[in-house]
């Protein structure tokens, strides 16, 4: 599935090719603090399907809570984060933020990651009072 997308201050746009199965929320405490919200959105993809059409990406590494080191790529205007690889595995592949993604409402996650970190409120939304 072809997508395209942009940072918050659109500085940074790309397009890219998604596989639709590929995308799973993460509740890792990481992505809790660096997307300042409770969980990641993440679709799992090659390096060659990425291609960067303006802007450019600032890196930032940190040693996860599994062990590995993390480059995750951000924005370097509005600090939106577009995607992140584990470093010393080959960086072939990666995760790209599904929040960036223009195509969004199309990418619905078919797994979840990291559930012993979740927030235990997030499995069930439905009781919280929508306004
Ligand atoms: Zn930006
Ligand atoms: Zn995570």
New binding site residues.
């Given amino acids: 599935m072809k997508v395209d997308g942009h940072?918050?201050?659109?500085?940074?746009t790309y397009r890219a090719t998604v596989n639709p199965e590929q995308v799973y929320v993460c509740h890792c405490s990481d992505c809790q603090t660096h997307s300042g919200s409770a969980y990641g959105v993440v679709v799992g993809i090659v390096d060659e399907d990425f291609e960067l059409l303006i802007g450019t990406l600032k890196t930032y590494s940190k040693v996860a809570a599994s062990g590995t080191v993390r480059a995750l790529t951000f924005?370097p205007?509005?600090g939106?984060r577009i995607h992140a690889s584990t470093v010393g595995e080959g960086t072939d592949f990666f995760g790209l933020r599904v929040g960036t993604v223009t195509q969004r409402d199309q990418l619905k996650p078919t797994w979840q990651s990291w559930c012993q970190s979740a927030q235990d409120w997030v499995q069930d939304l439905s009781d919280i009072p929508k306004v």
């Avoid at 940072?7 to 940074?12: I, K, P, Q, R, Y």
């Fill in positions: 940072c918050f201050c659109e500085f940074v924005c205007k509005c939106t």
